[in-house]
């Protein structure tokens, strides 16, 4: 169920996802409220849900991961327990940084980063490939990125 969102909310949303250590004075200042009310509110939208958690975000290529695939899996069986198996292991794979149920020819779409394309075979075929369940994959490399982590639309 979504929250109906009042002007100053949606105000708050867009300042902290453009800069999510705003101050609560910058931001207070930013939405044209007075500090506790809105730290009141951003609190609000923490407990409800709105607001999922703050981080940083980090530059991939200065971290050595030069490769981005994206890897659509097709299960052999949707077998509950092997379907559970293969999420644990996709949760345990730290270079899997997403991973989305599909509708369509497959059943997962997968986001890899890797140091290099050898270590992204390594990761597919002794990793991904041997996940319970995997009947098999598909792979598709990034060659540029254009737009990523953009602001969420806030709506009216």
């Known amino acids: ?13 867009e300042v902290l996802q453009q800069d999510g250590r705003t101050s609560n004075v910058e931001l207070a200042q930013a939405v044209g409220l007075s500090e506790s009310p809105c730290l009141r509110r951003v609190r609000g939208l923490e407990e409800q849900g709105v607001i999922a958690g703050y981080s940083a975000t980090l530059n ?23 379907t559970q198996d293969f999420l644990v292991q996709v949760a345990r794979e730290e270079h899997i940084i997403e ?6 020819a497959y059943d ?15 990761i597919a075929m002794q990793g991904i490939l041997q996940f319970p369940g995997v009947k098999g994959i598909e792979s598709s490399f990034s060659l540029l ?3 990523q982590a953009a602001p969420l639309p806030i709506g009216d």
């Open 145 to 147: 990125t254009v737009k």
């Open 99 to 104: 991973c989305h149920a599909m509708s369509g």
């Open 108 to 122: 997962y779409l997968l986001k890899v980063v890797a140091q290099s394309m050898d270590h992204f075979s390594e």
């Open 60 to 82: 991939q290529r200065s971290l050595g991961l030069q490769v981005t695939a994206f890897v659509q899996v097709q299960l052999e069986k949707h077998d509950d327990q092997k």
């Open 1 to 13: 169920m979504s929250k109906k969102l009042d002007k100053t909310e949606r105000r708050i949303l």
